[in-house]
């Protein structure tokens, strides 16, 4: 960010009065620019056992499929975006479940959300961002092709969680999720 984006005078770098790291501030209006980590928020839509995947018409990964995701819009609860998300990239009415994944994406300063999902119909189209959209059966899925490294661990956890006939919450890093069985976590 160069320019204050209240008065648009040139910006500083530096750390304000009661800060511990350097942020950009304006010395004209006095604004201090917080930049922080951004949400993604989506959901594992599944229908008779497969799973709806989009291909993405849009960088970054173009081509690849992803699940239905995308960043959450202000005035919105993550409920709301991830069923926006499902409705605008994949053209599925959804019925929301739990949250099953929130995976911190540390290099992109992000943190994504995936909630499971239940399709009623098969209904579902290609979006604006989406080149196309199918339901999957676990041994179809485009493991050598998928989007981002969270889609990959969410839909890894997914499978194994379903063979085991248990659905957990899975938190922390993309790379080394923790998983959390209902009923592991007791109060001392
Ligand atoms: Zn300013």
Redesign the pocket.
């Known amino acids: 960010m160069k320019y204050?984006s209240?008065?648009g005078?040139t910006l500083d770098i530096r750390i304000p009065e009661g800060d511990n790291r350097p942020r950009s501030c304006?010395p004209?209006?006095g604004?201090i620019h917080y930049v922080n980590p951004k949400i993604v928020v989506g959901t594992i839509p599944v229908y008779q056992g497969q799973v709806l995947l989009c291909k993405r018409a849009i960088e970054p990964r173009y081509g690849y499929w992803t699940l239905p995701a995308g960043f959450m819009e202000l005035a919105e609860t993550t409920h709301e975006g991830a069923l926006r998300e499902t409705w605008e990239e994949a053209g599925a009415k959804a019925e929301l479940g739990p949250l099953f994944t929130m995976l911190d994406v540390k290099r992109a300063d992000q943190v994504h959300l995936f909630f499971r999902a239940h399709l009623p119909t098969p209904d579902y189209s290609a979006g604006e961002e989406s080149l196309d959209v199918q339901l999957f059966d676990e041994a179809d899925i485009p493991w050598q092709d998928l989007a981002f490294k969270t889609v990959e661990t969410t839909l890894k956890l997914f499978f194994k969680d379903r063979s085991q006939g248990q659905y957990s919450l899975h938190t922390g890093d993309v790379f080394e999720p923790v998983s959390w069985p209902a009923e592991s976590f007791k109060p001392q």
């Open positions: 204050c209240n008065c005078h304006c004209q209006c604004t």
